[in-house]
């Protein structure tokens, strides 16, 4: 990840001094002139700083305050008890500014310059993907006035009512230029390029369209939108390998190789609800979700304490790196065993399960319970039931003491009071709302989202906070840097446990 976006800064670093190395260059490969590279060529580094921005520093920071994890020790220790300073985003901050929004620009400019429509088809959505993001988890933020450096040193904050607004005029014009002339290759190595990526980059845009209506609570939109979204096979993931600091799945790099021991998910939430010899377990006589909880986590009774000797750890089994399957030392057999942080498992950014999940849930808060909602939610179990979700890990779904898949579809009978899908309290609507926010919180474990539907339903689901703390927390501080050197950073109302605007009214 660092060293392709270090990559395309240094390219364009190296520009800016081509007048002390004209003519001493002939090399072919070492390019000094940005000039030589196409827009194509750049969309791989942008696609490697937005997997950065889902599935690194602030995927594990939310999924703490998420319930999914918890900090064990050093800065994670504070982390796990919500201290956090600005210098904890500057890298996310950069990242999403420097890596992904400066970069985009130069791709349009070049992308535009070709009549390469397809190139800037693919940009925008990416784009507009971060930009909603950044307006999740910061509320106000700058966008119309960056990348114009040296004209805007200070860009101005916008509201996060018109960020989300400029995200969709985006995904918008994203969706009129992947209809276009243009090409893009194998960079594009979420969906493949131009061949057998249009249709699936066109309902990623209708996907991202339809989590941000979510979350501005335009439930019409949200459902007009994931109509046309992901279908099975069409994921946005981030697909991993077997070498450290080139290819590794991130969460991977940072539990077995960078900071090992720092997060564990002993006192954590999430996994009690899988496991099922949890007072919490949500399974059912229609639901078994052993499978889906030894995937996610590997408790200590199984493992023996895998990665901090905790109750339980996040599942980091690989059959690839060092060169010998884990499943070996453990002395399983020689099945495929890679648990969802596993060196090479492909990590989620935008799926089928997420966009059937949003019409769920955008359905039932139109009252559209039976059989909208309802089919949306027997939809994503009808996936689950296929161990669809575990990739090529068959451990998960065949092992006797690991495996166990059932997702048998729900009646809406279920959700009656007295049933098994009712929790004893809730009417029959307000139980199946509460399954769909149910099924999205064990669905998007390690991911960003799970904090965001935390603080946009108000905690209607009940996670617990941190030991003796009343809240949890409610936004992302601004990156330190950027205070200290953009003097149009809001300095009110923007303190870890002030809401953004658009989570302020009740769910």
């Not at 070498?243 to 999430?270: E, H, I, K, P, V």
């Not at 199984?302 to 690839?320: F, Q, R």
């Not at 936004?475 to 446990?497: A, D, H």
Request: aromatic share 14%; net charge negative.
């Amino acid at each position: 990840m660092v060293t392709v976006v270090f990559g395309i800064t240094t390219i364009l670093f190296a520009n800016s001094c081509t007048k002390l190395t004209d003519n001493l260059s002939t090399d072919p490969v070492n390019i000094t002139d940005p000039g030589q590279v196409t827009a194509p060529l750049l969309i791989s580094g942008v696609e490697v700083s937005l997997i950065g921005i889902y599935e690194g520093d602030l995927a594990r920071t939310t999924s703490i305050w998420a319930q999914y994890f918890d900090g064990e020790d050093r800065q994670y220790a504070g982390l796990n008890n919500y201290v956090t300073t600005g210098l904890d985003y500057d890298v996310a901050w950069g990242t999403i500014y420097n890596g992904i929004f400066n970069n985009t620009k130069l791709i349009k400019s070049k992308a535009n310059a070709v009549n390469n429509f397809y190139a800037t088809g693919v940009t925008q959505v990416i784009e507009g993907m971060a930009l909603g993001t950044a307006a999740d988890l910061w509320g106000d933020v700058p966008y119309s006035e960056i990348a114009k450096y040296p004209k805007i040193v200070t860009p101005k904050f916008e509201s996060q009512a018109s960020v989300y607004a400029a995200a969709h005029v985006l995904l918008d014009s994203a969706l009129d230029n992947l209809s276009k002339s243009g090409i893009v290759g194998s960079e594009d190595f979420f969906y493949g390029g131009t061949t057998s990526g249009t249709a699936k980059w066109k309902a990623a845009a209708h996907t991202v369209k339809a989590r941000l209506y979510l979350h501005t609570r335009d439930y019409t939109n949200a459902v007009a939108h994931a109509s046309l979204g992901i279908g099975v096979g069409g994921d946005m993931i981030a697909p991993h390998g077997n070498s450290y600091l080139q290819t590794f799945n991130l969460y991977y790099s940072f539990l077995t190789y960078d900071r090992s021991g720092y997060m564990a998910a002993n006192n954590a939430y999430a996994p009690t609800l899988l496991d099922p010899t949890s007072p919490n377990y949500r399974g059912n006589a229609k639901t078994n979700e052993n499978g889906r909880f030894n995937y996610y986590y590997a408790p200590y009774a199984y493992y023996g304490g895998l990665n901090t000797g905790a109750t339980y750890d996040p599942n980091v089994i690989c059959s690839e790196d060092t060169g010998v399957p884990w499943n070996q030392f453990f002395g399983f057999p020689a099945v495929k065993y890679d648990g969802a942080y596993g060196c090479s498992t492909s990590f989620p950014l935008l799926t089928y399960v997420e966009n059937q999940l949003i019409l769920a849930e955008a359905n039932a808060k139109l009252g559209k319970f039976n059989p909208e909602a309802l089919d949306a939610l027997n939809s994503v179990r009808d996936y689950y039931n296929t161990g669809a979700q575990f990739g090529t890990s068959t451990g998960y779904i065949d092992d006797p003491d690991l495996g166990g898949v059932l997702y048998t579809p729900y009646d809406y009978a279920d959700f009656a009071p007295g049933q098994m899908a009712n929790n004893g309290t809730d009417d029959q609507n307000t139980a199946l709302l509460r399954e769909i926010l149910e099924e999205r919180y064990v669905s998007f474990v390690g991911q960003i989202e799970g904090w965001n539907d935390e603080r946009r339903t108000g905690n209607f689901l009940g996670l617990p906070t941190a030991p003796g703390k009343p809240n949890y927390p409610e936004r992302l501080l601004y990156s330190q840097i950027e205070v200290n050197t953009n003097p149009n950073v809001p300095s009110t109302g923007v303190g870890l446990f002030d809401k953004v605007p658009s989570f302020k009214t009740p769910y």
